[in-house]
């Protein structure tokens, strides 16, 4: 079965940029969509098909896909970005999540 | 704008079946356009699919869950359900409903409901 990789935890500093890994392999064939969750919320979609972000979602999430790697990117963070991120692809009939990275901003 | 929310009981006991709602507002649950999902996340860990139900009644399960599990569509309500039969401790979790986009997309999520299982 298809399996997405991400890092447990990524800290960037506050109002630079942070960059969230998903590996797997031959990513780039796939649609890959991210999620954000904060604490005690549901998940929220901030970047769907790769690149495209939701309405209301701030242009400063982005997301990139090449490869055996998708890249989800938040420029100047905020302290308000603090949350799990997860990536998520559909492949054989079956949806599959990452396992979740935890973004602490200093 | 279509929200979802989900419904049941909070407290299920060992081997028997759990079962919630999730009432869908502001659409059709009968448009083809969408799919109808479940994602549950146990204390403390990921996100993890179980199941999904498109409008035309097809049904995708998690292949670790496949033989406990039924999605079914309620239209006169405009609801959709998950029953998860045999529960063990290890089915405790939120459990979250959300409608299926285009590519297989979950936006938007219901606020999820706390399942436990105990005695």
């Known amino acids: 079965s298809y399996e997405l990789t991400q890092p447990l935890s990524v800290s960037v500093a506050l109002r630079q940029t942070a960059r969230i890994t998903c590996g797997g392999n031959?990513?780039?064939?796939?649609?890959v969509h991210w999620y954000q969750q904060k604490p005690g919320q549901a998940p929220v979609l901030v970047v769907y098909?790769?690149?495209n972000r939701p309405s209301g979602i701030p242009e400063r999430f982005s997301g990139s896909n090449s490869g055996n790697t998708a890249t989800l990117t938040i420029s100047r963070v905020q302290a308000g970005d603090e949350a799990d991120y997860y990536c998520?692809?559909?492949?054989?009939?079956?949806?599959?999540f990452g396992g979740g990275t935890r973004l602490t901003v200093l | 704008q279509l929200l979802v929310q989900e419904s049941g009981p909070g407290l299920v006991k060992p081997l028997e079946t759990l079962s919630l709602t999730c009432a869908v507002s502001?659409?059709?649950?009968?448009?083809?356009?969408?799919?109808w999902g479940w994602v549950r996340q146990p204390p403390g860990k990921g996100l993890h699919w179980i199941g999904s139900?498109?409008?035309?009644?097809?049904?995708y399960y998690n292949p670790s869950l496949k033989s406990r599990v039924t999605i079914s569509v309620d239209t006169s309500k405009n609801r959709f359900s998950l029953r998860l039969s045999s529960v063990t401790a290890a089915d405790t979790a939120l459990y979250y409903c959300?409608?299926?986009?285009?590519?297989?997309?979950?936006?938007?999520w219901g606020q999820g409901t706390l399942v436990t299982v105990s005695s």
């Open positions: 502001g659409g059709s649950i009968t448009s083809s356009s969408y799919q």
């Open positions: 139900i498109s409008s035309g009644g097809n049904t």
């Open positions: 959300a409608l299926i986009r285009g590519t297989i997309m979950f936006d938007p």
């Open positions: 031959n990513i780039v064939s796939k649609n």
């Open positions: 098909r790769n690149t």
């Open positions: 998520q692809v559909w492949d054989s009939s079956i949806v599959v």
